[in-house]
Every structure is written in C-alpha cells, then in structure tokens.
C-alpha cells in the first residue's frame, strides 16, 4: 500500500512539471516560427539547445510515441540550428509544434 502511495505522489507530482516543459517548448516553437524577424545565428543555437533539453525531459516523462517524434524532430532543429541552417531550424520546429498539441490534449 505505502509503495501505492508513493508512486501516485511521484506521478502526480511530475505532472506540473511536465506541462511546464510543454508551454515552455510550445513558446519556443511558435517564436520559432515568425519569420519576421531576423534570429542571429547564435540565438538559433541558444533556442534549440533549450527546446531540445525540453524534448528529452517531455521524451522521459512520457512513453507516448508523440513524445518521442516530438523529441526527433526538436533534435533536427538543433542540429539544423548548430550548422547555421536558420530555414531547416524553423521547418523542423513547425514539424514538432503539432507534437505538442498531441501531447497537451491527452
């Protein structure tokens, strides 16, 4: 009974968290996506870094298989994003951003 209880208080507990992550990184795709405005190159790489350290922690605390595409795809925005392909970067986060929606309504 106590091992019940202690795993509902760990899954209810990580639940904030992992809906934290989610806005965060759905902030950062959407920003991502306003091609309006000129993001430097090291902006690029500062930005997909975060969205992918979000995708592995989103990836972890979930077993769902739109966890894990969305983690794909984050990961080809980054390196997109590190070889300084600003086009890539955004196509592949416009690729992830459904993920999210995915992901929040479940």
Known sequence: MLKARVTLV????????????L???????IDSQN???????????????EANALANHIAASSKKKA??????????????ALKGDA???RS???QALPLTYQLEAK
């Open 67 to 80: 966890a894990r595409d969305l983690q794909t795809h984050i990961r080809q925005m980054r390196d997109a």
């Open 23 to 29: 806005s965060r990184l759905q902030a950062i795709l």
């Open 35 to 49: 091609q309006k405005v000129s993001i430097s190159a090291d902006a690029w790489r500062v930005t997909a870094n």
């Open 10 to 21: 760990i899954l209810f507990s990580a639940l904030p968290v992992f809906a934290n992550d």
């Open 92 to 94: 592949h986060g416009g």
């Open 87 to 89: 086009d890539g970067a």
